[in-house]
């Protein structure tokens, strides 16, 4: 069972012995610095429907939330509690990225979906990471992240007539924002789904240049100092980066980069990787 979480989807994949993919299916994703244990558990039960008789042997687990190793713990124990005849093994869903991306090459996985992060990388290995900080203190780049400039403008008379129609008619206003930003659980995926408010508004210049100037933020943050830059493979995955690749590419072109290989989803290329390695 190879599964590929972020932090508002997952994709899980049941490969046979023989390497023939043999059930697949999206469940909500699984984040254990966001979520309480609890829930994760609630969530794990639920794919037993999916499952049913099919014998599990192995669960390896990529997931956002997933770098530090209590939070590797936690997501172990109860991958464990629920795959009992399974040897589990959890990773972050940015060596995920390092693995669909860019494989074995000397280069930068980026994500761009709910949140951001980066990794530097050669033959696999991820030798440094940059960004993950959140989407208070960081996420530069992500759904959040564009979300949360897109509000901070909107609130403070920021953003031109046009724009605030479609905000409002969306059915967001002041008191929604400090609801579903103070109150309620899950503001950072709140703030990721106007991102699709952006995507289907792109051709105004606003949304351009706040996309374009997100990415600008991502690169300039923490990937200015890069002296190699064009030695390096640059590896996207995330919806983010995805649908909004053209501003991507013009980005890490404009700062030096080679173009990116962008993937919406990295879980048939990490199937792949794990297959031929």
Not at 105 to 122: H, M
Not at 232 to 244: A, K, N, T
Request: hydrophobic share 45%; aromatic share 10%.
């Amino acid at each position: 069972l190879i599964v590929d979480s972020g932090s508002t989807k997952a994709d899980w994949r049941i490969i046979s012995l023989s390497g023939k993919s043999i059930l697949e299916f999206k469940t909500r994703g699984l984040n254990p610095v966001l979520y309480s244990e609890d829930y994760l558990l609630n969530e794990i039960y639920e794919v037993l429907q999916f499952i049913r008789k099919i014998d599990i042997l192995m669960v390896l687990f990529y997931g956002a939330g997933c770098t530090e190793t209590r939070d590797k713990n936690v997501m172990k124990s109860l991958l464990e509690s629920v795959f009992v005849n399974a040897e589990v093994e959890v990773q972050s869903d940015i060596l995920a990225s390092v693995f669909a991306t860019i494989g074995t090459a000397n280069g930068v996985a980026v994500i761009l979906g709910t949140g951001s992060n980066i990794a530097f990388s050669s033959n696999g290995v991820i030798s440094e990471t940059r960004s993950g900080n959140g989407y208070i203190l960081g996420d530069e780049g992500s759904g959040a992240y564009l979300g949360k400039r897109l509000i901070q403008d909107f609130l403070n008379g920021n953003v031109p007539a046009d724009v605030s129609k479609i905000i409002k008619n969306s059915g967001i206003n002041r008191d929604v924002i400090i609801d579903r930003v103070y109150r309620k659980e899950k503001a950072n995926l709140f703030l990721a789904q106007l991102a699709i408010l952006i995507h289907d508004n792109i051709g105004l210049p606003y949304f351009q240049n706040l996309v374009a100037t997100s990415f600008d933020d991502l690169i300039e943050t923490y990937l200015l100092d890069v002296d190699n830059k064009k030695d390096l493979e640059i590896g996207v995955v995330g919806s983010v980066g995805f649908y909004f690749q053209n501003f991507l590419v013009t980005a890490f072109l404009k700062y030096g980069f080679n173009s990116p290989n962008v993937v919406k989803a990295p879980i048939d290329s990490l199937i792949q990787y794990h297959l031929s390695n």
